[in-house]
């Protein structure tokens, strides 16, 4: 082997081993982040979320309203759908980056009126989220389920962004694809201020 | 060598790597069959591996397929009710089938839970979801119910609450009822909050 093919034999074996240990990193950092989605991040975590207030289907409908101002983001989830708690730590992110940029971001959750002292607070705390957050309670759901949209079956977790005029811009259905979510929300914030 | 190696190796890495990172979007599911629509036969695997037809499944005034799941609550809290409705309409010719679609429970799984869960209706095993494909179910519990034909008559939810003391709507028991007795189904389609159905590549 010559010099400089040596040379590149060793820049390629050591940009392999980076590239490898890069995706290790990534792929158990990941496995970790799931892992402990659940736990409080202590000590960071000490502020107590705000109370989660239980509102009526039409109650919903006026917190979707916009005044042409801000885009909005609605995600419905619930303690007990292990989706929703899986993206939940993706979201409060998504709130931090975007919500002093002019996004605003309401999470309603599908649990029991019964948890909304309880366990919702409890997971909210653990996740750290600053967001507001309802409780939908409601005895038919069918009729919110609609309103929101058509195309929706009631499968949790479901994230709609609406634009500063409230039209739907994005939805997705099932766990959220944050880099999708993020270039979604990058195309509205920021609009018309 | 040493090259060939470390290359395939990270090819395998990137590989399992996005494999790992690959979530299918519920948003790219078809959507579901309109109401009146005959719905094709398949084949599907029991949890002991023996295939069934819903040719074979069927029952002769009619057939409700159940998605379900071991693992989703709002599943779980309807299955007493599933249970009885298979009971109820058994002698009446109407047969429950579940399906379970979700990757993340094996056939194993879906045995264990009939077995703890008391349920007695046939449980397949929809690998690589195709049937939940087939009529674009999304959650857990989403009942399809077809008539004698395979005409689907109703798709929806069983009721309206997964609190079975907070229920004061039956439109899948409803929709059998109405068929038994030669009357149109009052409400062919009803929604409810569920698990999203896990999809997987296979």
């Not at chain 2, 190696?5 to 519920?26: C, G, K």
């Not at chain 2, 179910?137 to 798709?155: C, V």
Request: hydrophobic share 45%.
């Amino acid at each position: 082997m010559t010099h400089s093919a040596k040379l590149i034999h060793v820049r390629f074996v050591l940009g392999t081993v980076v590239v490898i240990v890069s995706i290790l990193l990534l792929t158990f950092s990941a496995a970790a982040q799931s892992k402990t989605a659940h736990k409080p991040r202590s000590p960071r975590a000490v502020k107590s979320p705000a109370p989660v207030r239980a509102v009526n289907a039409e109650e919903m409908q006026a917190l979707l309203k916009r005044d042409g101002k801000r885009p909005l983001l609605v995600n419905y989830w619930a303690t007990w759908c292990d989706p929703c708690r899986d993206e939940f730590p993706d979201l409060v992110k998504i709130d931090r980056d975007y919500r002093a940029k002019g996004l605003d971001f309401i999470a309603i959750t599908l649990d029991d009126l019964v948890d909304i002292k309880t366990a919702v607070p409890k997971f909210l705390l653990a996740m750290n989220a600053k967001m507001p957050v309802y409780l939908l309670n409601v005895a038919d759901p069918e009729p919110a389920i609609n309103m929101v949209d058509r195309d929706w079956s009631g499968a949790l977790p479901a994230t709609f962004l609406y634009d500063n005029n409230g039209k739907v811009v994005y939805k997705h259905f099932g766990r959220v694809n944050p880099g999708e979510l993020r270039a979604a929300i990058e195309k509205q914030v920021g609009k018309s201020q | 060598m040493k090259k060939i190696a470390a290359v395939s190796l990270m090819v395998t890495m990137l590989t399992v790597a996005l494999l790992v990172n690959a979530r299918p979007l519920v948003s790219d599911i078809s959507a579901p069959p309109i109401i009146g629509s005959t719905i094709a036969d398949f084949t599907l695997a029991d949890p002991s591996g023996a295939a069934h037809t819903l040719a074979s499944l069927h029952g002769k005034n009619g057939t409700v397929l159940i998605f379900i799941a071991t693992q989703c609550p709002v599943s779980n809290g309807y299955n007493e009710r599933m249970e009885k409705l298979a009971q109820d309409f058994k002698a009446r010719g109407i047969n429950v089938v579940g399906i379970n679609s979700n990757s993340t429970e094996s056939a194993a799984d879906v045995k264990d839970h009939a077995a703890k869960n008391n349920l007695t209706f046939p449980i397949l095993k929809d690998n690589g979801n195709k049937v939940a494909d087939m009529l674009g179910a999304t959650r857990t519990p989403e009942a399809y119910f077809l008539d004698a034909g395979n005409k689907l008559l109703y798709h929806g939810r069983v009721d309206n609450s997964r609190d079975v003391t907070q229920v004061n709507s039956s439109e899948l028991r409803d929709a059998l009822e109405a068929t038994l007795a030669g009357k149109p189904v009052p409400k062919a389609t009803a929604n409810a909050f569920g698990c999203s159905i896990k999809r997987g590549a296979e």
